[in-house]
């Protein structure tokens, strides 16, 4: 058995949520007793690929053909099927993005392998190959036998730590030969934001509602987002309403988040939202209404006005620092 992790990169870095899908794949390779390997497609230095060996990994494959350096779902799930074949992979693991989830049930379709999203602990292993995954948009769990000869697992974002040692793997390169049906469908150009926090990536989101009155009133939440380092998400009103833009609108319908620390200032706490930040690790909510709802899915709650609170927090903060 040996165990295939497949790593994002962004501008040539292997993203963080790829880092723990590293941690991950590695954890299991330790119980089984056999190694990781990586694959990365796209540009990228061999130096920063190798750091991948101080999460676990021994080695790197790396597919940096000219016609991949654009995100494409289907060859790149033919890259991952190549390297699941080369490798002798039984376990693949995938972080979750749009990307991922995409790719991956394109490669199991190829491969005949079971599939498993949104995976949020280490398999148990003590009787057959058992994950727990998220279910419901977050409100229940299920836990899943997994029995195909090839197990590709997605895992969500803090599915486990990913602390860094001092390992590095060896890279290699990988061409596997592509035909012209993996690029039918080509990405022509991307333009993605800059200088901006993914919030996806994020440790510390914090995110406003429509308790924040207004988008000239975002200042106060801008001031604490800047002075955490954190990335800002909204409420759906607010971003239908244009206060905030549509990529911070975070919920059911819009971007799942799962950082270290959420802060939601002035939003209800609607199931809706909630579906969308409930794999954060700590919840912080900001409200004047004692009775809103986010307070019974907060780790910490501040009964307060947002405008008296928020400068009050950045003031801490930057006081802490
Ligand atoms: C099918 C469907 C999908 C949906 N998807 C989503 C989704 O993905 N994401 C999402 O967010 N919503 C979604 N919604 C909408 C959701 O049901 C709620 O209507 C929405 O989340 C409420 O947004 P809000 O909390 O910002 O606004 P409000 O409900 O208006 O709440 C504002 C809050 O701010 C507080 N407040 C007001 N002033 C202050 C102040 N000065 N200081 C502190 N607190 C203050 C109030 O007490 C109140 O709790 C969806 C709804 C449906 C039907």
Known sequence: MSILIFVELD??????????????GAEIAKVKGTTATVLAIGNAEASELASAG???????????ASELATENAM?????????????????????????CDSMGARAAAKLGASIVSGVTELP???DGFKVKRSIYTGKAFATVAVKGAIKILGIKKNAIEAIAGSGS????????????GDFVAKVISQEKASGELSLTEADIVVSGGRGMKGPEHWQPLLDLAQSLGAATGCSKPVSDLDWRPHHEHIGQTGIKVAPNLYIACGISGA???L??????KVIVAI????????FKAADYGIVGDVFDILPRLTKAVKESK
Request: hydrophobic share 45%; glycine share 10%.
């Open 11 to 24: 501008n040539g870095s292997i993203k963080k949520t790829s880092l723990e899908a590293v941690a991950y």
């Open 54 to 64: 101080a999460y676990g990994a021994s080695k790197v494959l790396h597919a940096n």
């Open 75 to 99: 060859a790149y799930a033919s890259v991952l099927a190549a390297a699941v074949q080369q490798e002798g992979a039984e376990v693949v693991i995938l972080p979750k993005s749009g990307l």
């Open 124 to 126: 148990d292993l003590t």
């Open 169 to 180: 793997a060896e890279v290699v390169g990988f061409s596997p030969a592509l035909g012209g």
């Open 271 to 273: 199931i809706q939202h």
């Open 275 to 280: 579906a969308g930040v409930n794999s954060s």
């Open 287 to 294: 409200n004047k209404d004692p009775e809103a709802p986010f």
